[in-house]
């Protein structure tokens, strides 16, 4: 598949409706980052951040038995001078903040082991799922690194700095059904439902009012860092932007009509 005249190596975009899935295609690498990744990945975001783009949600899959082992170890050691805090500033880190920029809505469905950066990745994407059998493992430790691409960002926000600190310093895995309990997966599902519950929840998001979908992450990113009054005002100024769609008149109509509402994402 090409994405304005560049093909894609490591991954698929496809829709479905209103839904846009990328799905990682390495499977005989288990889907770890290589830098082919990047270009990819950056690519379908700039992609579906258009203005003419119609996808109102986005989902992550993967094909094989994992989701994706984190960096490619092989290819990084293949460099003659590695300097890993300029490929983090390069490569990884845009890759997340644009991530988190996307305009839409962002799910991630987990099938098998999620390590490393791309468990990064994965903590940057609005809503997280996974099947019994999946794994999160923050890797880094077991080769002597520390977590990057946001993973001490995320992480304790997500968890608390205690589960955090175990996680990371200890580089054990972390089977599913504790990740749910955790916090870092909402929803734990069969393995031959993943995808289709994946697609019902991106489905589900994608009638919703986009915006107001993006402003509550913007909210939630930065509740962590507010004071009460920060944050007081913070939603006051998204609300005042929420008021101003054309999305809040549908849904006050709706209400006034006693039907459902039809967002269109404006």
């Known amino acids: 598949m090409t994405i304005s005249g560049k093909a894609l190596q490591t991954m698929k975009l496809t829709y479905e409706g209103s839904v846009a899935i990328v799905t990682l295609s390495r499977p005989e690498a288990m889907n770890a980052i290589n830098s082919h990744f990047f270009d990819d990945f950056q690519s379908i975001l700039t992609e579906l951040s258009r203005d003419d783009n119609s996808a109102r949600a986005l ?32 490569k990884y880190n845009p890759l997340i903040k644009n991530l ?38 923050q890797a880094f430790i077991n080769i002597a690194l520390i977590p990057d691409a946001g993973s001490t960002y995320f992480l304790p926000r997500m968890i608390g700095r205690a589960r955090a600190s175990a996680m990371m310093m200890l580089g054990e895995k972390l089977p599913a059904e504790k990740a749910l309990e955790y916090g870092i997966i909402s929803k734990l ?29 913007g909210l939630l990113d930065s509740s962590e860092q507010n004071t009460l009054d ?13 008021a101003g769609t054309k999305d809040f008149m549908e849904g006050v109509a709706a209400f006034l009509e006693k039907r459902r509402p039809v967002f269109k994402g404006k």
């Open 189 to 217: 599902v069969e393995k031959d439902d993943l995808l289709s519950e994946g697609m019902a929840l991106a489905q589900k998001l994608a009638t919703l009012p986009t915006q107001a979908l993006f402003s509550i992450r």
């Open 230 to 242: 920060q944050q007081l005002e913070a939603e006051a100024v998204a609300q005042q932007a929420a």
């Open 59 to 90: 989902l992550i899959v993967a094909e094989g038995k994992g989701f994706c082992a984190g960096a490619d170890l092989k290819g990084q050691l293949s460099e003659k001078a590695l300097n890993l805090g300029e490929i983090l500033r390069e």
């Open 100 to 137: 988190k920029k996307l305009p839409i809505p962002t799910i991630a469905a987990i099938n098998g082991a999620v390590a490393g950066a791309g468990m990064s990745l994965v903590c940057a994407c609005d809503i997280i799922i996974a099947e019994k059998q999946a794994y999160f493992l």
